[in-house]
T-cell receptor, first 110, second 115 residues
């Protein structure tokens, strides 16, 4: 099984940078995903890491260290529309199912 | 347009009744999944299927049943045995082969309220 931890809430100012950490303990690992979920809506895919290092995609970057069981999602130049819940998910090595953390609610203030 | 549809968006049922939630995808994905989300919590896996006519229990399968008779469809039945059925239910699908992340795509969800 998987044990995934991430902070419950974070608040930041428009234009700033926020880093959301995710730690995991897993019996098997085949990739780590970050999803964004606005209230009452479906999660949407943001990023994927399977090898150590940083993946950059526009204002969003994601980092993975497999040896430390650690990832972070970096949101730069925050906009009001970035206010949402951010879900960290780990994929099992043996099949395609995901285990999700409880999510981090990010609130962007003007 | 390709995507995943779930219907209905809101569903109300009386306690003790079974109810079936619909999930259809036209993305030609092999795998389909059902999750439950409660307020302030992450997604918990109910059932998943990687191929037609086969499915596996997730972490919280008790009180639920599924079928996978067609590749495009993966309906979820919430039975009267489910003790706390009121929740937001999300269906997802993904590829299971080839290179790349094979990320899961989610439907819009069904919010079930049992009165």
């Amino acid at each position: 099984g998987q044990n995934i931890d991430q902070p419950t809430e974070m608040t930041a100012t428009e234009g700033a940078i926020v880093q959301i950490n995710c730690t995991y303990q897993t019996s098997g690992f085949n990739g780590l995903f970050w999803y964004q979920q606005h209230a009452g809506e479906a999660p949407t895919f943001l990023s994927y890491n399977v090898l150590d290092g940083l993946e950059e995609k526009g204002r969003f970057s994601s980092f993975l260290s497999r040896s430390k069981g650690y990832s972070y999602l970096l949101l730069k130049e925050l906009q009001m529309k970035d206010s949402a819940s951010y879900l960290c998910a780990v994929r099992d090595r043996n099949d395609y199912k995901l285990s999700f953390g409880a999510g981090t609610t990010v609130t962007v203030r003007a | 347009d390709g995507g995943i549809t779930q219907s209905p968006k809101y569903l109300f049922r009386k306690e003790g009744q079974n109810v079936t939630l619909s999930c259809e995808q036209n993305l030609n994905h092999d795998a389909m999944y059902w999750y439950r989300q409660d307020p302030g919590q992450g997604l918990r896996l109910i059932y998943y299927s990687q191929i037609v006519n086969d499915f596996q229990k997730g972490d919280i399968a008790e009180g639920y049943s599924v079928s996978r008779e067609k590749k495009e469809s993966f309906p979820l039945t919430v039975t009267s045995a489910q003790k706390n059925p009121t929740a937001f239910y999300l269906c997802a699908s993904s590829w299971t082969s080839g290179r790349g992340p094979n990320e899961q795509f989610f439907g819009p969800g069904t919010r079930l309220t049992v009165l």
